[in-house]
């Protein structure tokens, strides 16, 4: 039986797409409704993704499961052979993209070949820098080899003398003492070294349990020798990991503050290299820039509420009127159901964007708990809502606070981006359309496309009242800030708390919040760029708008349509479709879609 079917599937079918591709001046009348589902390149990319999937699976350790007819792969850090032959697989594909008559594609095939070369030399410098950080700890590792060797008899089921094995076992430990009185010489070694060294040695004690339990209790002499040696290795494993990690030192040119958020800012040469992976043409200093632009914007728009509801200049009190207006507990799931169909009429009364029926009736709804609500003060979206609201496990001031910063007049301008046509929207269309490219999403797509909707709603008078337009507001200037406080954190000029304060004078955040969404920024998984695509990718969608619907090439239906069927990938490229671009082979980008003269 065929443990993935999907992947099957998807790769018998990439069969008929891939060989046109790669013949040279392959010329075959296509009807153009196939360009919503696929491309010249279709085919290799589907290819690409299972060949590299196969490659990692096959040099993986088994985590079996005795109850279970299908059994699954670890993800451990890659062995020495594995990693070779993922770049020698990357390298292959590289060939296979410049045999391919990229001139005679069409647009969509053009965009899926930047994309998967973009792609493929983005992994090829991923694993040599692997390849680089391993070379650095490989002699605290002699005793890698005996069980990578093991490992590689067990993949084919060779037989295996248990005393032999048991002898083995006893060399290895041996080096394995070796190996820990090396450490143990040394101060210290720096912090991704110790995490690598950590990952290695925890990689090899699942590799080595996958060939003892393959063995064990199936080979009379293996279950003889083998238990009591084996035991040793994989606790001398844990125990050496153990040690390797508290070896490790950060190097890190955060300052030091009292907020207690510990990061690693990345530096500036960093910030650019990812942007131009982002396909961002735009400097660190020059993105701050704009969002100070916006800020200024959104300043003068809040006073404008501010004046209309009585407070004049003091804007900070008419948001905590807004604050004050939250829901009693247990009300809000029902403020969200209210709010979303708010704004699902408005965009279908403006006939905005098709929304699927199915997709209508399946988005689901659950509430956070307070472990994520640490990270994450207020709700989030995709495949279901996630509703942030006080539990009783929660202080009396943090629940208020909860409660506070996720008034109704602030969920109003976010509900939408969460579900319906934000994230859910993206979840139900993505999986529907072009879903090969699920390996080139980004997150100035899929965040931009949600915070686009923020600006278009905005932009179509959704907020009626200033409460309503003070609520929208609060959001776009933490849309700023956070590109603002992100970067000045990765550029080394702020601390975590310079951060926290920032939003807390400046956008009006709740101290608890402030802090949530500071530690989530640093510490919470996230890519150093991941807070500057919410606004970055927003305003790419708004100077697209301009160019294709505010200049009546598109309706907005045909537009949002369009862009939601071409997946989550880089906005210039979405750009490039629509507008059907010339592009070449060895494409950079280069859109400026922002006039910071205006």
Same mark, same amino acid.
């Given at each position: 039986?065929?443990?993935?079917?999907?992947? @099957?599937?998807?790769?018998?079918?990439?069969?008929?797409?891939?060989?046109?591709?790669?013949?040279?001046?392959?010329?075959?009348?296509?009807?153009?409704?196939?360009?919503? &589902?696929?491309?010249?390149?279709?085919?290799?990319?589907?290819?690409?993704?299972?060949?590299?999937?196969?490659?990692?699976? #096959?040099?993986?350790?088994?985590?079996?499961?005795?109850?279970?007819?299908?059994?699954?792969?670890?993800?451990?850090?890659?062995?020495?052979?594995?990693?070779?032959?993922?770049?020698?697989?990357?390298?292959?594909?590289?060939?296979?993209?410049?045999?391919?008559?990229?001139?005679?594609?069409?647009?969509?095939?053009?965009?899926?070949?930047?994309?998967?070369?973009?792609?493929?030399?983005?992994?090829?410098?991923?694993?040599?820098?692997?390849?680089?950080?391993?070379?650095?700890?490989?002699?605290?590792?002699?005793?890698?080899?005996?069980?990578?060797?093991?490992?590689?008899?067990?993949?084919?089921?060779?037989?295996?003398?248990?005393?032999?094995?048991?002898?083995?076992?006893?060399?290895?430990?041996?080096?394995?003492?070796?190996?820990?009185?090396?450490?143990?010489?040394?101060?210290?070694?720096?912090?991704?070294?110790?995490?690598?060294?950590?990952?290695?040695?925890?990689?090899?004690?699942?590799?080595?349990?996958?060939?003892?339990?393959?063995?064990?209790?199936?080979?009379?002499?293996?279950?003889?020798?083998?238990?009591?040696?084996?035991?040793?290795?994989?606790?001398?494993?844990?125990?050496?990991?153990?040690?390797?990690?508290?070896?490790?030192?950060?190097?890190?040119?955060?300052?030091?503050?009292?907020?207690?958020?510990?990061?690693?800012?990345?530096?500036?040469?960093?910030?650019?290299?990812?942007?131009?992976?982002?396909?961002?043409?735009?400097?660190?200093?020059?993105?701050?820039?704009?969002?100070?632009?916006?800020?200024?914007?959104?300043?003068?728009?809040?006073?404008?509420?501010?004046?209309?509801?009585?407070?004049?200049?003091?804007?900070?009190?008419?948001?905590?009127?807004?604050?004050?207006?939250?829901?009693?507990?247990? @009300?809000?799931?029902?403020?969200?159901?209210?709010?979303?169909?708010?704004?699902?009429?408005?965009?279908? &009364?403006?006939?905005?964007?098709?929304?699927?029926?199915?997709?209508?009736?399946?988005?689901?709804?659950?509430?956070?708990?307070?472990?994520?609500?640490?990270?994450?003060?207020?709700?989030?979206?995709?495949?279901?809502?996630?509703?942030?609201?006080?539990?009783?496990?929660?202080?009396?001031?943090?629940?208020?606070?909860?409660?506070?910063?996720?008034?109704?007049? #602030?969920?109003?301008?976010?509900?939408?981006?969460?579900?319906?046509?934000? @994230?859910?929207?993206?979840?139900?269309?993505?999986?529907?359309?072009?879903?090969?490219?699920?390996? #080139?999403?980004?997150?100035?797509?899929?965040?931009?496309?949600?915070?686009?909707?923020?600006?278009?709603?905005?932009?179509?008078g959704f907020a009626q009242t200033p409460e309503e337009r003070v609520g929208m507001l609060f959001w776009r200037m933490h849309r700023c800030a956070r590109i603002i406080f992100s970067l000045n954190y990765h550029?080394?000029?702020?601390?975590?708390?310079?951060?926290?304060?920032?939003?807390?004078?400046?956008?009006? @955040?709740?101290?608890?919040?402030?802090?949530?969404?500071?530690?989530?920024?640093?510490?919470?998984?996230?890519?150093?760029?991941?807070?500057?695509?919410?606004?970055?990718?927003?305003?790419?969608?708004?100077?697209?708008?301009?160019?294709?619907?505010?200049?009546?090439?598109?309706?907005?239906?045909?537009?949002?349509?369009?862009?939601?069927?071409?997946?989550?990938?880089?906005?210039?490229?979405?750009?490039?479709?629509?507008?059907?671009?010339?592009?070449?082979?060895?494409?950079?980008?280069?859109?400026?879609?922002?006039?910071?003269?205006?």
């Amino acid at each position: 039986m065929i443990k993935n079917l999907k992947g @099957h599937l998807l790769s018998l079918a990439a069969t008929a797409l891939l060989i046109p591709a790669l013949r040279a001046g392959a010329q075959t009348a296509v009807p153009a409704s196939i360009y919503e &589902q696929s491309s010249e390149i279709a085919g290799i990319i589907i290819q690409y993704g299972q060949d590299m999937g196969a490659v990692r699976d #096959f040099y993986s350790p088994y985590s079996v499961n005795e109850h279970a007819e299908y059994q699954y792969k670890i993800s451990v850090l890659n062995s020495p052979e594995q990693r070779k032959r993922l770049l020698e697989t990357d390298n292959d594909y590289l060939k296979k993209l410049q045999q391919a008559d990229f001139n005679a594609m069409s647009i969509y095939g053009k965009v899926d070949y930047i994309l998967l070369k973009k792609r493929i030399n983005y992994d090829i410098d991923d694993l040599k820098k692997e390849e680089g950080q391993y070379s650095q700890i490989t002699k605290y590792l002699s005793c890698a080899d005996g069980i990578y060797n093991l490992e590689k008899l067990r993949r084919r089921g060779t037989f295996v003398d248990g005393q032999k094995v048991a002898a083995t076992l006893d060399t290895i430990l041996k080096q394995i003492k070796t190996d820990t009185a090396a450490i143990n010489k040394v101060a210290s070694i720096d912090m991704p070294l110790a995490r690598m060294l950590k990952d290695a040695l925890l990689g090899l004690k699942d590799r080595l349990k996958d060939f003892y339990g393959f063995y064990n209790t199936f080979d009379p002499a293996f279950t003889w020798w083998v238990p009591e040696p084996y035991k040793a290795v994989n606790n001398a494993l844990q125990a050496y990991a153990d040690q390797a990690l508290a070896k490790g030192k950060v190097n890190t040119t955060q300052k030091p503050d009292a907020s207690g958020i510990k990061g690693v800012p990345i530096g500036r040469e960093d910030l650019i290299r990812q942007l131009r992976t982002e396909m961002i043409p735009y400097t660190p200093e020059e993105l701050i820039t704009l969002a100070n632009k916006e800020f200024a914007w959104c300043d003068k728009e809040m006073l404008k509420a501010s004046q209309e509801m009585g407070f004049g200049s003091d804007w900070k009190k008419a948001l905590e009127k807004v604050k004050n207006s939250y829901v009693p507990v247990g @009300h809000q799931p029902e403020l969200i159901v209210k709010l979303y169909n708010d704004a699902l009429s408005f965009i279908k &009364q403006r006939d905005l964007i098709t929304i699927p029926p199915l997709a209508e009736e399946t988005w689901g709804m659950v509430m956070m708990s307070p472990e994520r609500q640490l990270v994450n003060p207020f709700f989030t979206g995709g495949k279901e809502i996630s509703i942030s609201y006080p539990t009783n496990t929660m202080s009396a001031a943090d629940k208020l606070m909860s409660m506070r910063g996720n008034n109704p007049y #602030f969920s109003r301008g976010t509900v939408q981006h969460e579900l319906l046509p934000g @994230h859910n929207l993206q979840y139900f269309m993505n999986s529907r359309y072009k879903a090969y490219r699920q390996d #080139f999403s980004t997150p100035f797509a899929t965040e931009g496309w949600a915070l686009y909707w923020e600006l278009l709603l905005y932009e179509k008078g959704f907020a009626q009242t200033p409460e309503e337009r003070v609520g929208m507001l609060f959001w776009r200037m933490h849309r700023c800030a956070r590109i603002i406080f992100s970067l000045n954190y990765h550029l080394g000029n702020w601390t975590p708390q310079q951060c926290i304060d920032f939003l807390i004078d400046r956008v009006g @955040h709740e101290k608890a919040n402030a802090e949530g969404e500071v530690r989530r920024s640093f510490e919470g998984g996230y890519s150093p760029l991941y807070q500057v695509a919410y606004l970055t990718g927003g305003l790419q969608l708004m100077a697209l708008k301009r160019e294709l619907v505010d200049s009546g090439k598109m309706s907005y239906k045909q537009f949002h349509d369009a862009v939601m069927k071409e997946n989550l990938i880089p906005i210039e490229m979405i750009r490039a479709t629509l507008t059907n671009q010339q592009l070449s082979r060895d494409f950079s980008t280069g859109w400026k879609f922002y006039n910071f003269g205006k």
